[in-house]
């Protein structure tokens, strides 16, 4: 059987850590910066971990 392609999108915005959870960035970073404060910003920066809700779909996306 043919290995498994992992969605090229999915693996553009998503990242597994070590313990096997998954990690995401987060919106409203990208343009329109002026108005947002400083602290918003700085607290946008970080990833973040999924939700369980979507932990089976992004797996399934991500086989890898």
Known sequence: MPKMKSHSGAAKRFKKTPTGNVKRGQSHRSHILTKKSTKRKRHLRDDVVISAADKAAIN????Y
């Open 60 to 63: 399934r996306m991500l086989p």
